[in-house]
């Protein structure tokens, strides 16, 4: 369960991170780097495809600088992946929720801009 979440901090299980972060059901992936940092990639995605989760929640940092492209929406959506995009806040929230309600969901989280 995500706990908390501020400008660049997250707390995940009683953890504190302060990089960008993939969270699964099973483990957090920390120091989340994408290839370029205010625009997801469909490779910057490779683990969360591998763990084929029902749901992903993408959050876009606290004020929601990072982007989704259009083509990545479309790749998850041929993975059979339910895209879910917020500000962080947010989607900690909603990945909380799905969490609780026994989806298979993964979050991955931008916790700065």
């Known amino acids: 369960m995500i706990e908390s979440y501020s400008f660049g901090r997250v707390v995940i299980d009683g953890k504190v991170y302060s990089s960008d972060v993939i969270v699964f059901p099973d483990r957090v992936k920390v120091g989340w780097w994408r290839r370029e940092g205010h625009r997801l990639h469909i490779e910057d995605l490779n683990d969360v495809v591998a763990v084929k989760?029902?749901?992903?929640?993408?959050?876009?940092?606290?004020?929601?600088?990072?982007?989704?492209?259009?083509?990545?929406?479309?790749?998850?959506?041929?993975?059979?992946?339910?895209?879910?995009?917020?500000?962080?806040?947010?989607?900690?929230?909603?990945?909380?929720?799905?969490?609780?309600?026994?989806?298979?969901?993964?979050?991955?989280?931008?916790l700065t801009c």
Do not use: W
């Not at 879910?84 to 947010?90: A, D, G, L, S």
């Open 53 to 110: 989760p029902e749901v992903l929640v993408v959050g876009t940092g606290y004020v929601g600088l990072m982007r989704v492209p259009d083509e990545v929406r479309v790749f998850l959506e041929e993975q059979g992946i339910k895209l879910i995009v917020e500000r962080t806040r947010k989607a900690c929230e909603i990945f909380n929720d799905l969490l609780k309600s026994g989806k298979k969901v993964v979050a991955a989280l931008h």
